[in-house]
């Protein structure tokens, strides 16, 4: 057989024989993630989304400043799916968590460029740029996926209830500032800037799940790594 003809047959068959095995494959049961703050059909909020006969709340117009001092905003968000956490400066141990939970999720997703991961301060008066700019070298931040997000205490807080529909930042004792309570949930938005889900991620098996849902949410859109994501999700169920 001639040479360049049984290479054009390889070069066919092969594919075609993964195709077919890996799409007989079984997949795990499709999941559809919850939408969080319905709204009244009648309602005045100018940021919301119709999905299905129903008014969702989508994440305001927003402005911070990042660890590089560039302007970040809701236009930058416009069409990502975001990953969204909280932090406070002085608070070391939940710095270190939140790094490696965000580290794996950065590798995870690093191909992915429609998924961000943006970290809030809850007290932008201490987290100062110089501060954003420590953690960065610290944490070994990705500046172009991972953003630490910074701003006036106002405009933070209204992101917090008004965005995010999360609790304030209290303080059990007014003149010490490590008694700080504030927001510990991970929030999940997809990329019509809907709430998608609320994460307590304390351990390696909760940063899993969040990131199958993810993974999950990527199905909804429009994709040309349909199959590679599949794969990824099977891969999941099975360990």
Do not use: C
Request: aromatic fraction near 12%.
């Amino acid at each position: 057989m001639n040479k360049t003809v049984l290479a054009y047959i390889i070069a066919i068959i092969i594919p075609l024989a993964f195709y077919f095995y890996f799409d007989n494959q079984e997949m795990p049961a499709k999941k559809r993630l919850k939408r969080f703050v319905p709204l009244s059909s009648d309602t005045q909020q100018p940021n919301k989304a119709l999905v299905n006969d129903t008014l969702w709340h989508t994440l305001p117009e927003f402005s911070f400043t990042t660890q590089t001092g560039d302007i970040f905003t809701s236009e930058d968000a416009k069409d990502k799916v975001l990953i969204v956490g909280f932090f406070a400066g002085h608070d070391e141990a939940r710095l270190a968590a939140m790094n490696e939970y965000y580290k794996m999720l950065q590798e995870e997703f690093v191909e992915d460029k429609e998924v961000l991961l943006l970290v809030h301060t809850v007290v932008p008066s201490i987290d100062t740029l110089e501060r954003l700019q420590q953690l960065v070298q610290q944490y070994k931040i990705d500046d172009e996926r991972w953003f630490l997000l910074g701003g006036t205490q106002e405009t933070v807080n209204r992101q917090i209830i008004e965005g995010y529909h999360l609790p304030l930042p209290t303080l059990s004792d007014s003149s010490n500032i490590k008694t700080m309570i504030y927001p510990s949930k991970y929030v999940l938005v997809g990329r019509k800037g809907i709430i998608r889900g609320y994460y307590d991620l304390e351990t390696l098996q909760d940063v899993k799940a969040l990131m199958s849902d993810i993974r999950w949410l990527q199905l909804e859109y429009p994709t040309k790594h349909k199959r590679e994501i599949e794969w990824k999700l099977k891969g999941n169920e099975e360990e």
